[in-house]
């Protein structure tokens, strides 16, 4: 056995690592990790999440959630917080439920986890694996797959970035919010029920949230499977956010396309959107050189997910790993206009695909939310 994470080279971002800091203020941290099937046509998300670490709260304990075929749903708690484990250098994290081990968790080789460990998971930045049973419907899931990142969050093999800037590094903004990996590819297995998806180099995405504040309202686009363009991937969102004692509206759009990273935030653009309670996404955003339009669309009802709250794990997040998204980038073409006044520019990329991940999430959500 070992307690030392697998030593690869891999391309990490910051925020890779545990952010508690051992204290009793109210805290969360959740990773999120999907693996995409285009000849199913279908994705796995796995959500996995602790609050309130030190433990003897109210809201103390981890959870791992699935969202499967067709927008299925798995759940488990586990409410010992002692028996998760958390690397505060790099991206490493596991939650044991049933097991004989008598140590302290910790990452295990992938054959001993498989042995020993008979419900709970473990995940870092090249392996995801794990057992969920539901006594309560029979739902159960095995999974393990191993990932080689292709995209962290910026230009391929540059420095890469804080998804949410400088001052991410500050508790100043929470929740905080980093993507891990924009796009890799998974090679491995799920047996979802009994049905066993095999894959080989999957798209695959990472990203993770933590702090001690709750997101408010937020929506969020998601997609590295599109129709005929192997070498790109898309991360949108928007939401409020606590700022020390006030609350503010952002959202961004930025996608890797052919080894280049294109950063929409607020610091550098103008950032627009209209997002309707389910059903339709629209957003745009323009800089100095170039200007994006996403509409995601989806006609299914999708499934609600469980996420932290200031009352712990809450439905209060509905969630689609099926939706339909165009994504158009136009490079700005200097001063020069068109009869109608607008500043010229040429495609760069129209892309679609039917597999995208599309959220809502908070409240209220009784009619759409349009910035402008």
Known sequence: MSNSLPQFKIIETPHSGYHWDGSSRRFFEGWYYRVTLPIHGESFAFMYSIEDPAGGQPYSGGAAQILGPEDSYLCRTFPDVKKFWASPESLGLGHWGKTDLQIQPQYLEPQVFDSRVEEGY???????????????SGSRCYWQYEIKPIYGWGDSGGIQKSTAGMLSFLPVFEPGWQILMASGLATGWIDWNGEKYEFQNAPAYSEKNWGGAFPQKWFWINCNCFQGETDLTLTAGGGKRGVLWWMESVAMICLHYRGKFYEFVPWNSQVSWNIEPWGKWKMQARNSQFEVELIG???????????????????CCRDTARGNLRLQLRELLGKSVDKSGKQRSRIILDARSSLSALEVGGGPWDAAWEVS
């Open 122 to 136: 473990q995940a870092t930045a090249t392996l995801n694996q794990g057992y969920l049973h539901d006594p309560g």
């Open 297 to 315: 669309t989806v006609n299914s009802p999708g499934t609600y997910v469980r996420t932290p709250t200031a009352e712990g794990m809450v439905f």
